[in-house]
């Protein structure tokens, strides 16, 4: 399994400014597999290329929709570079946004002409494809309302075994901080997934911008739907101006309330039927607008609103609600459903008919929390030294979304903390070669790690030792070398040490040794150099090799010494004896001798003082005070 990363360094855009007077909300968009940045028509919207940035292979594409943006590549993953790929992009300023990804078709025959996969954003599941996706628009690319705050977004595509995951564009806009507000429990923590979204009375489909929209809607795609049952109702449509269409926070487009559809005597109830995910939330946008020139004014259109045989809303009277005719209503309500489908039904009370222009229907998804970042980052270390092969993949967030955490890593959620944290890792026998990292340390709730198996060479981390939850430390059948750190002795939850097979050397640390009589299972064996506990050789005295070389040269300095101390001995007294001979004359000669000799034994003082428990700087200083 692989995943990469996508870096969209200074990719920065901005569309043109509309006719409000805010500044214009940022907009990214990304042509999959391009090669050089696009425009499209009819918008002259720019899409960025993403060439040279990721993994994954660019290809032709295939649009399974009329509604895919008229962009002729692609980026797909294969299962080689592993189930998950993701794209991280930074720069992406703090705000609320709509997140929309078109899906592609390879155009080459022996591709899988229906890839099923999975779609998560900033580490939450929105989407997966269903069979049957490529047969219909509203299926061709899957939408989200997100709150990003850290600066970047990050998106990933799951397989799921059912071929290749296909990309054609990513669109990451901004839209109104308060976009899309239900209630209480709207917030940073929900995700809102465009389920459908019609324009009723029109064959017509629209985006927001190529209908004059505001940009801060987020360049919303409108499904058109011309009836909803047969011939039971009938379309309306109107040239007239539409008041109070274009405002905060959700800025819809004018052309959104100049058609609808308005049901007949045959059948007074409007009622449209939808397939939804059952057990899920749902946020319910209906729209109205009086534009049938037969209503005169309030009094004469009422009706209730029902969802799943709930009345929601009840004396709809869009006229007296919105204020005039051909004025704008928007109506939202967030429901539970349990089962499979989502009726929504206008059920007129007096008078006329009902009459409905447009339908937004959203799943509620609360947002996952993501693993806490030191423990990824620590990963990220571990992926690096063990030099884990492409189809672990291991990037975006490594315990969510919690359907496809990252291969070999056991998750648990802290509530507290409100974060997840690693509690286990097991990669054993994975042929990884790498060394392990200081940075394992910083998975403090590690209770299990096993790696045995692999040919990890180096040393054990003697930050091993702060990981005081481990339980199962298995490093057994791996090329380690140096001795075991005295530090996993502090582990004391330990109830099972394997280092067997290893070439492992030097004491096994007492405190783990002592252990051993408390139940705890330890495995040593197959390490040449360890000694210390009953099965394993009895060590030697307690010294390292360093050591030992050092020994021996603070014995020969000791020797040398001795020599020299005889050699100055025996010179002064020969000076003595000399300058008492020469007495007479008054000769200064054996003042400067008897100073020389004094130096020397000041400096071997000297050198002795460093030399107290440090032979190697005895070793060192050796020649400076025989020179
Ligand atoms: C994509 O199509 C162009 C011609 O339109 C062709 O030159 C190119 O080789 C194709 N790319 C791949 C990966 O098949
Ligand atoms: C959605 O409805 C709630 C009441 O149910 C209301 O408070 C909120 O303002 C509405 N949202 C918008 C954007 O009109
Ligand atoms: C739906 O919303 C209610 C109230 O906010 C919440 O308690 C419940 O967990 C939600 N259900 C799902 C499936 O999200
Ligand atoms: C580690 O994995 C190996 C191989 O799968 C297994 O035999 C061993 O029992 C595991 N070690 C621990 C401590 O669970
Ligand atoms: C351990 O092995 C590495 C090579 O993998 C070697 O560089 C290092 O000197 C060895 N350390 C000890 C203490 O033998
Ligand atoms: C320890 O490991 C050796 C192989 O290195 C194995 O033969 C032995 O059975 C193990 N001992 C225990 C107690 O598991």
Redesign the pocket.
């Known amino acids: 399994m692989l995943r990469f990363t996508l870096l969209l360094l200074l990719v920065f855009c901005s569309s043109l400014s509309s006719s409000s007077a805010r500044p214009a909300p940022f907009a990214m968009r990304i042509s999959c597999g391009a090669r050089e940045n696009v425009r499209t028509r009819p918008t002259y919207a720019n899409w960025y290329k993403d060439f040279g940035y990721t993994g994954g292979i660019p290809d032709n594409a295939t649009s399974p929709s009329f509604i895919t943006p008229p962009l002729k590549t692609l980026r797909y993953f294969p299962r080689s570079e592993g189930p998950e790929n993701c794209y991280s992009i930074n720069r992406v300023p703090k705000g609320h946004y709509t997140v929309r990804i078109f899906f592609g078709l390879i155009a080459q025959p022996d591709f899988d002409n229906e890839p099923l996969f999975d779609v998560s954003v900033e580490g939450t599941l929105i989407h997966s494809l269903k069979s049957g996706w490529t047969s219909n628009d509203e299926q061709s690319f899957v939408e989200a309302l997100v709150f990003l705050l850290d600066g970047t977004i990050s998106i990933c595509f799951h397989s799921t075994g059912h071929g290749d995951p296909a990309i054609i564009s990513i669109e990451i806009l901004q839209v109104d901080d308060k976009a899309y507000y239900f209630g209480p429990e709207w917030g940073k923590g929900v995700i809102l997934k465009t389920t459908s979204r019609l324009t009723c009375g029109t064959s017509k489909p629209r985006f927001d911008e190529d209908y004059s929209g505001d940009h801060w809607g987020g360049d919303r795609y409108w499904h058109p739907i011309r009836t909803f049952g047969q011939n039971a109702d009938e379309p309306r449509s109107t040239e007239n101006v539409i008041k109070q269409a274009s405002d905060a926070p959700n800025f819809y487009p004018e052309a959104l309330y100049q058609s609808a559809i308005v049901s007949t005597d045959s059948q007074p109830d409007l009622t449209y039927t939808m397939d939804v995910d059952p057990n899920k939330n749902y946020s319910i946008w209906l729209h109205f607008a009086e534009i049938d020139a037969s209503i005169r004014g309030a009094g004469q259109r009422v009706f209730d609103v029902l969802i799943n045989d709930d009345t929601v809303f009840e004396n709809i009277d869009v006229v007296e609600r919105s204020g005039d005719r051909y004025t704008a209503l928007v109506l939202n309500k967030t429901i539970a459903v349990s089962g499979r489908t989502l009726t929504i039904t206008l059920h007129p009370k007096s008078g006329n008919h009902a009459i409905l222009n447009a339908i937004e229907v959203f799943q509620v998804i609360a947002a996952e929390s993501k693993t806490s970042p030191d423990e990824v980052r620590a990963l990220q270390a571990l992926k690096k030294a063990l030099g884990l092969p492409t189809r672990f993949g291991w990037n975006g967030d490594p315990c969510v979304p919690k359907e496809h955490p990252w291969s070999g890593a056991d998750c648990h959620f802290d509530k507290s903390g409100n974060n997840w944290f690693i509690d286990g890792l097991d990669l054993d026998n994975q042929v990884l070669k790498g060394f392990l990292p200081v940075e394992i340390s910083k998975l403090h709730h590690l209770q299990s790690l096993n790696l045995s198996g692999n040919t990890i060479h180096g040393a054990i981390p003697s930050s091993l030792g702060t990981v005081t939850s481990l339980q199962f430390l298995d490093l057994?059948?791996n090329s380690l070398n140096g001795s075991i750190p005295e530090s996993l002795g502090q582990l004391t939850a330990l109830r099972r040490l394997?280092l067997?097979?290893n070439s492992l050397s030097g004491r096994v640390p007492d405190a783990l040794g002592g252990r051993l009589l408390n139940g705890a299972?330890f495995?040593f064996?197959?390490n040449a150099g360890l000694c210390g506990i009953p099965g394993l050789r009895t060590c030697g005295p307690h010294l390292s090799a360093g050591a030992k070389v050092g020994i021996a040269f603070g014995a020969s300095l000791a020797f040398l010494l001795l020599v020299i101390c005889s050699v100055c001995y025996w010179k002064r007294r020969q000076n003595i004896l000399r300058a008492q001979q020469m007495a007479a004359r008054g000769a200064p000669y054996a003042k400067a001798r008897t100073q020389l000799s004094h130096d020397i034994q000041m400096s071997r003082h000297h050198n002795h003082h460093h030399n107290h428990g440090n032979t190697r700087t005895a070793a060192e200083n050796g020649p400076s005070l025989l020179s």
């Open positions: 057994s059948y394997n067997n097979g299972s495995n064996t197959d």
